[in-house]
């Protein structure tokens, strides 16, 4: 008996998806909820389990295709057909190999543009691939066939292995050929649904808020002292580093209880003030920045923060966010300090009103006390939508957190 696989319910406003790569191939045994394919959405990557242990029968959708939830993804043979499975993959991997041609001991591997090569890349490998600027050929493929797997990639990634080659392949014509001119290959690449909703959603925050940012720097120097002198019994305490992003989160809270217009909405003709911070972090993932939201952070520890963000940088690595994670958010805070971004004008995320951006910290010289010093510097940004928010709170609320940040203390006794 055939169970359909169904494209399930993704979410709060999702109809639809991309099927990014198929985890089971036609004629293999699967196990009751095992994952057998990989979805993306405007937010995050979903995996559609079996709903019965058999085997994997006709697949429906192709890999790039998009669909629409409650459409028919694919077929899985349940109850004896499982038996069979390892005997008929086994029978088509013997005729396969029969049909095929012997190839070189050496060969070396086909390049991802082949079609029927021997190397064939899914739509999100191949996008990590070329964002890395990695050799297909040089990655271990642990999937099924050696097919290679985002976790393959990472895992190359993080090694620093499996760069593209710049020199010339073993097969390079004879000395006395013509050298071959400057490469102009082009290749087009479909924009995942995450890409295409971050452009979506970012140009109707150009075109729909009154965008206005406002600059500060802090000084970072009693922060850096207070992560210096507790780090250690910090993470031996809580089993997380103490980072910076701790500090900034309560500091915000802080001032957005003094300022709740940055932590308000605008609905219609009517302001939703919330009495409550969710604030987003952006956070790195395979196939981009994601902002994740931690609930209630008005309520959290430094410590308790710390452990959120940690976890989500860990989810978003390992493609396990969830809609619930991604969902809500009443304040952003973005960090591109952490890729060495000195000053930036970072870009509302709506329906919040505003997003504070951060930076590297960089030694400058300062005055203090009429004298000319060398302190840790960071620029902050914030970006707000001037319908909501005017100058002045804007400018108050940015000053809130630099005193804040600059003398930690007001964060225990919140002043």
Known sequence: MATEVKVPTLGESVTEATVGQWLKKPGE???ADEPIVSLETDKVAVDVPS?????????????GDTVEVGALLAYV????AAAAAPAAAAASAAKAEA???????????ASDDEEGGSLTLSPAVRRLVLEHGLDPSKIKGTGKDGRLTKDDVMAAVAAGTAKAAAATPASAPAADAPAAGPSRKQER????????????????????????????????TNVIEARAKYKDLFEKKHGVRLGFMGF???????????????????????????????ISVAVSAPTGLVVPVIRNAESLSVAAIEKTIGGFGKKAKEGKLTMEDMKGGTFTISNGGVFG???????????QSAVLGLHRIEDRPVVRNGQIVIRPMMYLALSYDHRLIDGREAVTFLVAVKNAIEDPTRLLIDL
């Open 29 to 31: 045994a699967v196990k």
């Open 51 to 63: 709903p019965v242990a058999g085997v994997m029968g006709d697949l429906v959708a192709k890999e």
């Open 77 to 80: 043979n349940e109850g004896g």
């Open 99 to 109: 049909a095929a041609p012997a190839p070189a001991a050496s060969a070396p591997a």
């Open 189 to 220: 690449v479909k924009m995942t649904r995450l890409r295409q909703t971050v452009a979506k959603r970012l140009k109707e925050a150009q075109n729909n808020a009154a965008l206005l940012t406002t600059y500060n720097d802090v000084d970072m």
């Open 248 to 278: 900034f989160t309560k500091a915000v809270c802080m001032a957005l209880k003094d300022i709740p217009g940055v932590n308000a909405q605008i609905e219609g003709d009517e302001i939703v003030y919330n009495d409550f911070a969710d």
């Open 341 to 351: 971004s000195l000053l930036s004008s970072p870009i509302i995320n709506p329906p």
